[in-house]
């Protein structure tokens, strides 16, 4: 019977970086990496993205079906209705969700794959996968979250607020994950994540 591949689920308050370094994984360990001394590490890691659909808008420097699935609020209760979201949640006034066929396929197919989820999210995944690394990303501090979000321009005061706010309640709610990567220098939180996810890789070999 062929190997089946493992969720890893990353959660993190906005702007704790976890899209930065989702995608300094990718860069670094991912199929199309062109870093050499990874090698041995990429094709162990047999790392793939999941990309969720939200109903926020695009941002500047962002892509359809790279960074997310822009769609209508419509469209998107209309999917939850037919029962194709694997988890939807909704946040600061947008939904985020995660397509099902997306990750049954790759991890039939003995794929890692990577999904970036709020944290509420998460705790449906659990649900339907037991089995599923947990990695939380924290800030260093509250006040070096919130100038993050500040110098980032792209929300208002109140957004900014409301995401404080629910960066509080997230942090408080951490312990639910197996791991905690603290990004205060990122490549060290990006080589953090790999190690983890490399050490459940040898931990479900049998290579512990």
């Known amino acids: 019977m062929d190997k089946k591949g493992m969720l890893i689920v990353i959660s ?10 989702v995608h300094g994984l990718f860069r670094e360990f991912g199929e199309f990496s062109k870093y050499s001394e990874f090698e041995v590490y990429k094709n162990k890691l047999k790392l793939h993205y999941s990309v ?32 194709e979201f694997l988890e939807y949640t909704e946040y600061c006034g947008n939904y985020y969700g995660t397509r ?13 794959i990577i999904l970036k989820i709020e944290a509420e999210g998460a705790a449906n ?53 197996k791991y905690h990567v603290t990004n205060d220098d990122l490549q060290t939180a990006i080589n953090e994540v790999a190690d983890i996810i490399l050490s459940e890789i040898d931990r479900r070999d049998g290579h512990e």
Do not use: W
Request: net charge neutral; proline share 4%.
């Open 12 to 21: 993190a308050p906005a702007g704790c970086g976890k899209d930065t370094i």
């Open 52 to 83: 969720s659909a939200t109903t926020r808008a695009m941002r500047t420097g962002e892509e359809e079906g790279v960074h997310y699935y822009f769609i209508t609020r419509e469209k998107f209760e209309r999917l939850i209705g037919e029962g």
């Open 100 to 112: 099902r066929k997306t990750i049954m396929n790759t991890i039939e197919e003995g794929g890692n």
């Open 125 to 177: 995944i659990v649900r339907m996968f037991p089995d599923a690394v947990l990695i939380f990303i924290l800030p260093p501090s509250l006040t070096e979250l919130r100038r993050r979000l500040v110098s980032r321009g792209t929300e208002d005061d109140n957004t900014i607020e409301l995401r404080i706010q629910r960066a509080r309640i997230e942090l408080a709610n951490a312990g639910d994950y």
